[in-house]
């Protein structure tokens, strides 16, 4: 079992960056991330291993978002930059099933935290 805190949204203007941040109760688990933008289904953002050496990003996302983690301090993160309206959502952070995952985007996520909302002007 993990239990995850999301911090750090916010409202941005277009082009402007956040820096969302997961605390977790472990460092041995594979981490995600996902938005669930307004009137629509929770879609995955990015996702790294349990050890930091393997990352995956959504096309949408792909060399403006980077997803980075601190073992030791048990957080993750994810840098968002050249924010866009579309990128407004619910952002959650998720932790794979077992520890020691690889972290695909198809590995079973399984434990939520609540969410944190951004907001990006047009």
């Known amino acids: 079992q993990v239990q995850l805190v999301e911090s750090g949204g916010g409202l941005v203007q277009a082009g402007g960056s956040l820096r969302l941040s997961c605390a977790a109760s472990?460092?041995?688990?594979?981490m995600g991330w996902f938005r669930q933008a307004p009137r629509k289904e929770r879609m995955f953002v990015a996702s790294?291993?349990?050890?930091?050496?393997?990352?995956w990003y959504s096309d949408s996302v792909k060399g403006r978002f980077t997803i980075s983690r601190d073992n030791a301090k048990n957080m993750v993160y994810l840098q968002m930059n050249d924010l866009n309206p579309e990128d407004t959502g619910v952002y959650y952070c998720?932790?794979?099933?077992?520890?020691?995952?690889?972290?695909?985007?198809?590995?079973?996520?399984?434990?939520w935290g609540q969410g944190t909302q951004v907001t990006v002007s047009s």
């Open positions: 998720a932790a794979d099933r077992a520890p020691n995952g690889v972290g695909s985007p198809n590995s079973v996520f399984t434990f």
């Open positions: 472990s460092s041995r688990y594979a």
């Open positions: 790294i291993a349990w050890d930091g050496r393997r990352t």
